[in-house]
């Protein structure tokens, strides 16, 4: 009796275990999923992913020596078209985290009415402690170990955290260096976010953070309020934050803070974004220092007093720790994956509104669209229509998810997710189970 007594007690001991990135996706697919009763069998086909590849591959160090680096390419759906979804360079990078991120995809390419599913994948390394050179090699290598595993009909890759559009150049020179001659050319669009000179789309770097933008602003119209004043916040000052900013910045609103990997910032009377991105370029990519403002710990990043808060880092950062202490009424949502369940249960009893991930953020994928398409039919978009569809698209997957919300009286994720989710589900239905 006395044993027993004494594993309940460090039972009651025992700290509830820190949630990942699989388990937030999981709950909150799950959620939707029940909302719109789906098919119990479809159910069990969009819980597990399709295919999981993980290489590991060796590269040469400038000094000569040999290391060994982990790469991964998770692909979780092509129920709706091939698999779609970044490479990130971050020491976080793991097979957990590229599952909820493949998950994620799927959801967001099917939300956005693309020929699409899923996929994400990366390298576990710091991509800050290696040169030029040996990012290209270590980023030649892992698109060989990738093999056939990637496609311009099978799955695309596109750049993500730590990775840009040199990196899609050297993916794309790769591969097609892999073909057979006659072939070469019409594997272009194996990858998006390419440079302008490469097959990329003119406007794809900015396509992310102008969907932001977007997204704010058609929140902002259904309110019938302008953006004109509003003060606002970014985490993460990288390519999706620095434009998200700059929009936000053109359209009236005025930056108060920001956070990147190195610090945090802080100017109640407003911080000129141009200034701030400028002071980056010059300083190490890092914004701490800043002159026209003052320094932040990181802690009290997210107390700042602003109307809207974009988080553009990494997933998990608004949690139950810092939920209760946030002061703005619209998180809109320009990472994957910031807001874990239980920060996000708090946040919407606060009536906090949160614009999600899959729809906030979907100009990327959107914008990815939009090369793809340019490379197959061999032609040249210019900046003005890119935007301008852009603009249209975005705004029709906000007005759908936002008009289900009211209908159904629930928040915005659940909302974008039941519409993704049921997409899929359609397609399934409609062209049944391989036996």
């Given at each position: 009796?006395?044993?027993?007594t004494?594993?309940v007690?460090n039972?009651?001991k025992?700290?509830?275990?820190v ?13 939707a ?6 098919h ?7 819980s597990?992913?399709?295919n999981?590849?993980?290489v ?6 400038d000094?000569?020596e ?9 692909q979780?759906n092509?129920?709706l078209g091939?698999?779609k979804?970044g ?5 976080t990078?793991d097979?957990?985290a590229?599952?909820?991120l ?7 390419t099917?939300l ?7 996929g994400?994948?990366?390298?576990q390394l710091?991509p800050?402690?290696?040169s030029?050179?040996e990012?290209?090699?270590i980023?030649r ?5 990738l093999a ?5 009909e ?6 993500d955290?730590?990775?840009n ?11 097609m ?11 272009q ?11 990329g ?7 992310t ?18 953006l004109?004043?509003k003060?606002?916040?970014v985490q993460?000052f990288g390519?999706v934050?620095?434009?998200a ?18 610090g945090?910032?802080?100017?109640t009377n407003?911080?000129k974004v141009?200034?701030l ?8 990519g ?5 002159p026209?403002?003052f320094d932040?710990?990181n802690e ?29 009424k ?14 996000e249960?708090?946040?919407?009893e606060?009536?906090?509104t ?7 953020n979907s100009?990327g994928v959107?914008g990815?669209?939009?090369e793809?398409l340019q ?10 229509e890119?935007m301008a569809k852009?603009d249209?698209k ?9 008009d289900?919300s009211?209908k ?14 049921r ?7 409609q062209r049944?189970?391989?036996?």
């Amino acid at each position: 009796m006395r044993t027993i007594t004494a594993e309940v007690n460090n039972t009651k001991k025992k700290k509830a275990p820190v949630k990942g990135m699989m388990d937030n996706v999981m709950e909150q697919f799950n959620s939707a999923a029940d909302h719109i009763d789906l098919h119990p069998n479809i159910r069990k086909i969009l819980s597990i992913t399709n295919n999981e590849i993980i290489v590991h591959f060796p590269v040469k160090m400038d000094n000569g020596e040999v290391e060994i680096f982990t790469g991964y390419r998770v692909q979780h759906n092509n129920a709706l078209g091939p698999y779609k979804g970044g490479l990130r360079y971050h020491p976080t990078v793991d097979i957990d985290a590229a599952r909820a991120l493949a998950m994620w995809m799927t959801w967001k390419t099917s939300l956005a009415g693309l020929p699409y599913g899923g996929g994400k994948g990366g390298i576990q390394l710091d991509p800050s402690q290696y040169s030029q050179g040996e990012l290209e090699r270590i980023t030649r290598r892992f698109t060989f170990a990738l093999a056939d595993n990637i496609g311009p009909e099978h799955d695309i890759p596109a750049p993500d955290v730590n990775t840009n559009s040199q990196t899609m150049a050297w993916i794309a020179d790769t591969y097609m260096s892999t073909r057979p001659p006659a072939e070469r050319t019409a594997n272009q669009h194996v990858v998006t976010g390419k440079p302008d000179g490469s097959g990329g789309l003119e406007g794809r770097d900015r396509a992310t953070g102008y969907g932001v933008f977007l997204n704010i602003k058609f929140w902002a119209e259904r309110r019938k309020e302008k953006l004109k004043g509003k003060k606002f916040i970014v985490q993460g000052f990288g390519n999706v934050g620095y434009w998200a900013a700059h929009f936000m910045e053109k359209e009236g609103a005025k930056l108060v803070a920001a956070q990147d990997a190195f610090g945090s910032i802080r100017n109640t009377n407003g911080i000129k974004v141009e200034d701030l991105y400028n002071y980056t370029r010059i300083n190490n990519g890092s914004l701490t220092g800043f002159p026209n403002a003052f320094d932040l710990d990181n802690e009290k990043f997210f107390t700042t007093e602003c109307d809207i808060c974009i988080p553009a880092a990494l997933g998990n950062q608004i949690t139950q720790k810092n939920a209760k202490s946030i002061k703005a009424k619209l998180i809109a949502e320009g990472a994957n994956g910031p807001t874990n369940v239980e920060g996000e249960k708090i946040l919407l009893e606060r009536g906090v509104t949160i614009i999600p991930d899959i729809l906030c953020n979907s100009g990327g994928v959107v914008g990815s669209y939009f090369e793809w398409l340019q490379n197959r039919n061999g032609e040249l978009w210019h900046l003005d229509e890119v935007m301008a569809k852009l603009d249209k698209k975005m705004r029709e997957s906000f007005n759908k998810v936002f008009d289900y919300s009211e209908k159904e009286g629930m928040d915005l994720r659940t909302a974008a997710y039941c519409i993704a989710i049921r997409r899929i589900e359609k397609a399934y239905i409609q062209r049944g189970i391989f036996p």
